[in-house]
C-alpha cells in the first residue's frame, strides 16, 4: 500500500506518479506496430515501473486513466515530429499535404485513438478526454496561427476550427484503418480539411 509519503502532492509520489506514466508509455509505445491490439496489464505496468499495482489506482484512479494519460503524452510529444516538418512547406499546399501524412504517420495515433475510444460512458474518463483534447487544440491552433503569421498565409474557417477539424478527421481515419475498413486514410483528403492558404 502507499505510504503518506507517496501521496500525489508529496515530491516522493510526484516521482511515483512520473515513473508510473513513463513505464506504461514505454510499454505501450513498445507492443508492436500500429495494427497490434495487445493490451497492457496493471502487473506489467507495476513491473515495468517498480511499483506495486495498488499504487497505480492510487494515483491514476484506473488503469484506463494512465492508458490515456501515457497515450497523449507520447501522442503531444510526437506532435513536435508534426511541427518539424511543417517547417519545411514553402507553400500552403505542401504544408497541408506534409501534415496529414505526418499525422497518420505517428505511431502514437492508434493509441490514442484507442484510448479514446475506450472512454465509454466513464464521466471522470470523459473529463479527462475533454482536457486532453483542449491542450492538444489549443497547442495546434498556437502552431498553425504561428505557421499562418510567418508565412502571410490565411485561414478561411479560421485556426481553431482548421485544428479541430484536422484532428477529427486523423483520427476518424485512424478508427477506420483500425478497423479494417477498406479505403482508409490514404483515400482520404486530409490536406482538404485545413483551409489555409
Given at each position: ?6 501521496a ?15 513505464a ?25 515501473a ?5 499504487q ?22 510526437d ?111 486530409l ?7
Amino acid at each position: 500500500m502507499a505510504t503518506t509519503s507517496d501521496a500525489p502532492g508529496t515530491p516522493r509520489g510526484a516521482a511515483t506518479r512520473a515513473r508510473i506514466l513513463a513505464a506504461t508509455a514505454g510499454l505501450l509505445s513498445g507492443t508492436g506496430g500500429p495494427t497490434e491490439h495487445r493490451t497492457v496489464t496493471v502487473s506489467e505496468i507495476a513491473r515495468a515501473a517498480g511499483v506495486y499495482p495498488n499504487q497505480i489506482t492510487h494515483h491514476y484512479g484506473s488503469k484506463d486513466r494512465l492508458v490515456l494519460d501515457a497515450a497523449f503524452a507520447l501522442f503531444l510529444r510526437d506532435t513536435t515530429r508534426l511541427q518539424a516538418a511543417g517547417r519545411h512547406a514553402t507553400s500552403a499546399e505542401a504544408f497541408r499535404q506534409v501534415l496529414a501524412r505526418t499525422a497518420l504517420a505517428m505511431p502514437s495515433t492508434p493509441l490514442v485513438v484507442r484510448a479514446l475510444a475506450s472512454t465509454g460512458d466513464d464521466a471522470a474518463q470523459r473529463e479527462r478526454v475533454r482536457l486532453l483534447l483542449q491542450v492538444l487544440f489549443r497547442q495546434s491552433e498556437r502552431y498553425l496561427e504561428r505557421v499562418v503569421t510567418e508565412h502571410c498565409w490565411t485561414s478561411r474557417s479560421g485556426v481553431g476550427r482548421d485544428a479541430r477539424t484536422f484532428w477529427s478527421a486523423v483520427f476518424g481515419a485512424t478508427l477506420l484503418a483500425d478497423a479494417g475498413v477498406t479505403g482508409g486514410p490514404s483515400d482520404l483528403d486530409l490536406a482538404g480539411t485545413v483551409s489555409i492558404t
